[in-house]
């Protein structure tokens, strides 16, 4: 069987377990998240620890809400990372003056309810590296992902970008290949979904999700 080219993302990254089922099952890239709000939250420290030895064709994400300049650095320049992962309500202005200052590459999440919600992502896609498409937070939620919520993904399908993006949003195994051929998407970002507790991956279930995605 030919495997279809999607891009896999696991984030929320919290252990050496979840870490390896991730790499040798043929994740592209890894997440881990600087927000103290978050289960999935890491110390820097513990993100320099977790990401030693990882293959560098494994790309590293780091996922940060609305993140003061000082965060910023402190993380840069104790862990190695490929891109910012923007998740909170920067603005397009904030985008490109992280990108300049750091010279990284950043991902901005855009939260998604209805199809409106996509025309005001257009602001970003001049600016952004990379845009992920997640369902929009409960009202009233503490974090703006990692919620178990998906949204409408057809209302993906037609829609093209000037920039690559990916699909997240509640995905499981049993849903991210319906999810890819509904949206379209090229790339994939799972966090709960293959979770068996708030922060904590489930390696058989990562490898399940990966298997899924690519088998598209």
């Known amino acids: 069987m030919t495997l279809k080219k999607i891009k896999v993302k696991i984030c929320g990254i919290t252990d050496e377990a979840a870490l390896e089922a991730a790499a040798v099952n043929g994740a592209d890239m890894v997440g881990l998240v600087f927000f103290a709000k978050s289960p999935r939250h890491v110390t820097v420290e513990r993100a320099a620890q977790l990401l030693d030895g990882l293959p560098r ?23 190695r990372l490929d891109y910012f992962q923007l998740h909170g309500n920067e603005s397009p202005d904030r985008i490109e003056a ?33 845009l992920l498409f997640d369902a929009k937070a409960p009202a009233g939620a503490d974090r703006p992902g990692g919620n178990a919520r ?35 998407a090229k790339a994939v970002d799972v ?22 995605a690519k088998r598209g």
Do not use: H
């Open 191 to 212: 966090s709960s979904g293959v979770e068996r507790a708030p922060g904590v991956k489930d390696p058989a279930l990562i490898a399940e999700f990966i298997a899924q």
């Open 98 to 130: 992280v990108r300049q200052e750091f010279g990284m590459p950043v991902i901005k999440a855009i939260g998604l309810a209805q199809a409106s919600d996509l025309d005001a992502a257009k602001i970003y896609e001049k600016v952004a590296d990379w």
């Open 150 to 184: 998906s949204f409408d993904w057809a209302m993906l399908k037609e829609r093209r970008w000037s920039c690559p993006w990916l699909l997240a949003g509640g995905l499981r195994p049993e849903t991210v290949a319906e999810a890819i051929r509904q949206s379209g």
């Open 57 to 79: 064709a494994i790309k590293r994400v780091g996922l940060f809400v609305d993140p003061d300049d000082g965060l910023l650095g402190q993380v840069m320049n104790n862990v």
